[in-house]
């Protein structure tokens, strides 16, 4: 039997996988000055490598990158990483894309365009959860 030793993530880590590079200088502006330490990848290939090594609590997740579907990678997310809290950012969502990412184990659901006030917000919720 193995047994695989997940890691508790990192308290101040954020990680941001957006592959619009605006989306991704307006997350981590909107949590500068905050106790937050946030850095940003633009696939899903890139995050899987930086969660390893950082381990970050919380993940601001588009659904639609180039190398998949963010929706579709929570599970796995999860099922590595327990208490990551995953936020879902999207510009195109649907109630059954909300439904689903928050069946799938997603933490929160944000529609883009999305205010610093928002982002802040929704960090302090998840954390707190």
Known sequence: MTIHHISPTSPNKI????????????????????????DHVNTLAQAEI????EKP?????????PD??????IKNIK????????IIITG??????KKRALENGASLFIQKP???????EAVEKVQKV
């Open 15 to 38: 990680l941001i996988v957006d592959d619009e590079g605006d989306i991704c200088y307006l997350l981590k502006n909107a949590l500068k000055g905050s106790p937050y330490e946030p």
């Open 50 to 53: 930086f969660m390893k090594e």
């Open 57 to 65: 609590a919380v993940l601001f997740l588009d659904n639609r990158l």
């Open 68 to 73: 998949g579907w963010g929706i579709n990678s």
């Open 79 to 86: 099922a590595q990483y327990p208490s990551m809290k995953i």
């Open 92 to 97: 195109d969502s649907s109630s059954n894309d």
């Open 114 to 120: 999305f205010t610093k006030q928002e982002i802040l």
